[in-house]
């Protein structure tokens, strides 16, 4: 973890209220890990005195983007500064998602993203795509979904999921994630791997490992969890909490776990599922 002045190469708008901040930091890019994240000074003064953390989207040589949407004063105040103004930073902070294991290759990752969540998927994505990552959006309407072509242009099938059943299923992105799991013949049957919701083929080949990557509110990675438990696979959740710090000094993000509790911001925001106290 460093705190280094940053210089912003873009900061433009997605949709809505939704924008992409883009940075030059060869620090910050070199040491990254999916699933980590920055924390802003939004202003050089001390209004406001908090900084804004935002998971890191993706890296491209010395290039580091961030999502991030304006809610308040201070991401409001983000979305006005310029490209070539500089930034007060500490990153990378946090433990990242495991995508590094030695059995990768024997790995289907399925990542669930809620809205805002989808942005350190993107990120992980990149590290997995020799995988071909199955990737579930979920968000409230058509408008509100991000990233898509992100991913795709990563190579991954991507499906999406809204609750007004504007585009893709109709319903949460966990009712979706039941069906692909539910209609997918997982490694411990030892069956070729189909699953078709809505005509759509998601996993297709020789049996693999199934694991879930996933973020998105609470209510979400509650519920990813529990679709974990019954399916007896592994689930690495990235938790959306309010970090005043950024380091777990303040103690203002803990959450309960099996091994006592933990901050959000420094023992996560990762956290294996079986290892939440929901």
Known sequence: ?????????????VSGNYRHLEFE???IAKHAIAGQ???????????PLLRRPLSIHSVKGQKVKVIYEILGKGTQI????????????LGPLGNGFNSLSPNTHHLTPILIAGGIGVAPLVFLAEKLKLSKPLVLIGAMSKKQILCLQEFK??????ELATDDGSVG?????????????????????????????SGNLFLTGQAKRVELFSCGPHPMLKAVAQIAGEHKINAQ?????????????CL????ATKSGYKTVCKDGPVFSSEELVW
Not at 1 to 13: D, E, G, L, T
Not at 169 to 192: A, C, H, M, N, Y
Request: overall charge positive.
């Open 252 to 255: 203002g993000c803990v959450v």
């Open 37 to 47: 994240f920055v924390n802003i000074k939004v202003v050089d003064g001390w209004e």
């Open 25 to 27: 930091s060869g620090l």
């Open 78 to 89: 983000l979305s006005t500064r310029k490209p070539g103004e500089f930034l007060d930073i």
């Open 237 to 249: 959740l990235s938790l959306e909490e309010h970090m005043a710090c950024g380091i777990g000094a």
């Open 153 to 158: 242009a990563l190579g991954c099938t991507v």
């Open 1 to 13: 973890m460093a705190q280094i002045k940053v210089k912003i190469i873009s900061n433009s708008r």
């Open 169 to 197: 299923f109709k319903g949460r992105v966990t009712d979706l994630l039941r069906i692909v799991l539910e209609q997918t013949p997982l490694e411990t049957r030892q069956k070729s791997r189909s699953a078709v919701t």
